[in-house]
C-alpha cells in the first residue's frame, strides 16, 4: 500500500495470505521506532504505532505501508 494511505483507527492485513492484523494507533515524526539496528542513520519517515495481538509496537511509515496487502473493513 502507499503510505498516504494508512491511516489513525484504521486495520490492516498482512500481505500474503492476510492472517496478521495490525490496528494503527498513532502517526507522525513524534512517534518512534525504539529499535534501529542498522549502520546507517535512521530514516527521515514518520513512524506508526499500532496494535497487534494486544501489543503495542512501532515501525517506520514506509516499512509498515510494505507490509500492509489490504484494510480490514
Not at 43 to 53: I, N, T
Request: a positive charge; proline letters at 7%; glycine letters at 8%.
Amino acid at each position: 500500500m502507499k503510505p498516504s494511505t494508512i491511516q489513525i483507527g484504521k486495520t490492516y492485513r498482512n500481505r500474503g495470505k492476510g492472517l496478521t492484523t495490525r490496528t494503527v494507533l498513532d502517526i507522525g515524526v513524534h512517534v518512534v521506532p525504539p529499535s534501529w539496528y542498522s549502520e546507517s542513520s535512521r530514516p527521515h519517515d514518520p513512524g506508526v504505532r499500532y496494535l497487534q495481538e494486544k501489543k503495542e509496537h512501532f515501525l517506520y511509515l514506509s516499512s509498515f505501508a510494505a507490509w500492509c496487502g489490504s484494510e480490514v473493513t
